[in-house]
């Protein structure tokens, strides 16, 4: 599998994707919102993009789709519950559905709702030559996670990490929907001062350029992502010295759910 990561230059910090076939040279886009910019990084690749995949409906992940799929003709794949929120949407996608790309690839959807109740997830399981990857849109983040007030849950989200998203194996790569590392790392350390993981990260980070592009797994999330870390002493500790009415023993969701208001007004 190739994957070329575009970040696209907007006050969002979105990324879009280009997953090919290094077979057929056959690709699929994900949630390509400036279409010109995936269109002419397709073009100097020599990839043929025979698939449009939205991770969700909001229109920083749907804006290109229009002019992408009527200059490459491709074949345009969102949730199944996004079909009358997203125009031309060709196949639904339910949980275990497969997205075909080339000979080679083969991503399988996941049905993970927090974000909005139209999200999916890709998944790549892992090969004697690939490395598991999950392209997670606005799931799952470098060091957070994604809101939860235009369309989601953080109760239903918080369920969706529980059965989905921390069971992954560790080394499966992260291909997020923005760029918000900076803001969550210093959301950790503002949750965790003493997580020397994040600290070492948010060093490195602060010394990098503006194009730079961080790929992150699940293994360093468990480090650095305070939504990965709701049985953390700090954590919790914190929770409870600046909220009275917050339990001692919390269960992870009740963290999560409260880290998630925190992150909301952070």
């Not at 575009?6 to 077979?23: K, Q």
């Amino acid at each position: 599998m190739l994957v070329e990561q575009i970040p696209v230059n907007n006050s969002l910090r979105n990324y879009m994707y280009l997953i090919a076939c290094p077979e057929t040279n056959e690709a699929a886009a994900i949630d390509p919102l400036d279409h010109e910019l995936c269109l002419k990084r397709a073009k100097e690749l020599d990839w043929q993009i025979r698939g449009v995949i939205n991770t969700h409906e909001h229109f920083d992940h749907t804006g290109g789709n229009e002019q992408v799929l009527a200059a490459t003709g491709a074949t345009l794949y969102a949730h199944h519950n996004a079909m009358d929120k997203i125009a031309n949407v060709d196949v639904g996608l339910k949980a275990g559905d497969a997205v075909q790309v080339g000979s080679s690839v083969r991503l399988l959807a996941m049905d993970t709702p927090g974000h909005t109740f139209c999200h999916t997830c890709l998944y790549v399981e892992e090969t004697n030559q690939q490395v598991p990857a999950l392209f997670c849109g606005d799931t799952l983040f470098n060091a957070g996670v994604g809101n939860c007030y235009n369309g989601g849950n953080p109760e239903t989200m918080y369920q969706t990490f529980a059965e989905q998203i921390f069971v992954l194996p560790d080394t499966t790569k992260i291909y997020p929907g923005h760029d918000y590392i900076e803001n969550n790392l210093r959301f950790t350390l503002s949750r965790e001062p003493d997580n020397q993981a994040a600290i070492s990260l948010l060093a490195a980070i602060e010394q990098w350029s503006s194009e730079r592009h961080f790929i992150s797994n699940i293994a360093l999330e468990r480090a650095v992502n305070t939504f990965f870390r709701l049985s953390s002493e700090t954590v919790i500790s914190l929770l409870t010295q600046q909220f009275a009415d917050f339990p001692e023993s919390p269960t992870e969701q009740a963290v999560f759910v409260k880290l998630r208001e925190l992150r909301d007004s952070w």
